[in-house]
Nanobody, 114 residues
């Protein structure tokens, strides 16, 4: 079991940017494809972006062109750069492995509001 700790969230105005980090207590290379998810109030958790071990990435249509996922296997960290944020991006953001699902962390709150 690998612990995943998300950070970097906060309150930002529409159009702003944030960079989220997901620090793993073990090797993310061994966890295979990693992903960012989010859960908004009253909605189910949804996937946002995924990145394979070979750095191939894919994005939900709602964030395509605005968000960028990356990983640093040496630091056991996955990142999510979020630009042009919209109020509908407000949610708790989580990371996890798609290949070897771990226990969910506490997530990091992102609030987009003026």
């Amino acid at each position: 079991q690998v612990n995943l700790v998300e950070s970097g969230g906060g309150l930002v105005q529409p159009g702003g940017s944030l960079r989220l980090s997901c620090a793993a207590s073990g090797s993310i290379d061994s966890l295979g494809t990693m992903g960012w998810y989010r859960k908004a109030p009253g909605k189910q958790r949804e996937w946002v972006a995924i990145i394979s071990r070979s750095d191939n990435s894919n994005y939900a249509d709602s964030v395509k062109g605005r968000f960028t996922i990356s990983r640093d296997n040496a630091k056991n960290t996955v990142y999510l750069q979020m630009n042009s944020l919209k109020p509908e991006d407000t949610a708790i953001y989580y990371c996890n492995s798609l290949t070897w699902r771990q226990d969910w962390g506490q997530g990091t709150q992102v609030t987009v509001s003026s």
